[in-house]
């Protein structure tokens, strides 16, 4: 495969049952039960996200306070180094 530019972002891949992240040559060895998808940098930093517990999308935390049976929230760190923490 051919390199993306650094800002396309970063490639993730995503088991598409259990929504947990693999890796994306996983990912591409079984497409037909994983995703892969892009994460821009950038895009947050710290705070909260919310996960649809079937699907493994990310969705609003205002949509998933309102369904908290099927989904869950998310701590984001702001990134960089964990160490010392």
């Known amino acids: ?18 929504g ?30 919310g996960r649809d517990a079937r699907t493994g999308e990310f969705i609003p935390v205002r949509d998933a306070l309102r369904r908290p049976a099927t989904t869950t929230i998310e701590r984001r760190s702001g990134g960089g180094s964990k160490k010392g923490r």
Do not use: L, Y
């Not at 396309?8 to 049952?17: E, F, K, L, S, V």
């Not at 693999?22 to 705070?47: L, Q």
């Open 20 to 49: 947990e992240f693999i890796p994306v040559r996983e990912a591409i060895r079984r497409p037909a039960t994983t995703t892969i998808e892009t994460v821009h940098p950038g895009g947050g930093g710290a705070g909260r996200i």
């Open 1 to 18: 495969m051919s390199s993306k530019k650094s800002d396309a972002g970063t490639r993730i891949g995503r088991d598409a049952r259990t």
